[in-house]
């Protein structure tokens, strides 16, 4: 009898679990549909793409590429303060953080760039110039 209750508790456990999880699969899929269909939802992924491409070899053969896409509006769309959502919110905060991280990870990559320059320029110089008077000792 003991068993029989224990045997009963513990489905009676493992089925409320399984409907736990079933409800939060299904609220991450509405989540996940909220956030695709989402007014910024372009501008997030075109700024992620960007973080992406930063350092990336292909990067010049990604921004031609980009000339023959459509352009889109990359301006953050107005909406009253008092009718955002925090979905709104996160998007719109999300977007910016991207934006930041992107200047971030490019600004060593324009320094390396203008040193690398700055020493070409240099050793161009140097081997461009008038090469140095002879001093060989002797005659």
């Known amino acids: 009898m003991e068993d029989d209750r224990r045997s009963k508790s513990k489905q ?4 409320v679990e399984e409907e736990e999880e079933e409800e939060e699969e299904e609220n991450n899929e509405a989540l996940k549909r909220r956030i695709s269909t989402h007014p910024l939802y372009s501008l997030l992924l075109d700024s992620h793409m960007d973080c992406l491409k930063v350092g990336s070899i292909i990067k010049a053969e990604i921004e031609q590429g980009k000339t023959g896409m459509r352009q889109r509006d990359h301006t953050m769309p107005s909406t009253s303060i ?3 959502s925090e979905l709104d919110h ?3 905060a999300y977007c910016k953080a991207l934006s930041k991280l992107k200047e971030a990870m490019e600004e060593p990559q324009q320094e390396t760039a203008a040193f690398i320059n700055d020493m070409h320029s240099q050793l161009r110089d140097l081997t461009t110039s ?3 008077p002879n001093t060989s000792s002797g005659k």
């Open 82 to 84: 008092d009718t955002q």
């Open 12 to 15: 009676k456990a493992v089925q």
């Open 130 to 132: 008038n090469p140095p």
């Open 90 to 92: 996160f998007m719109e």
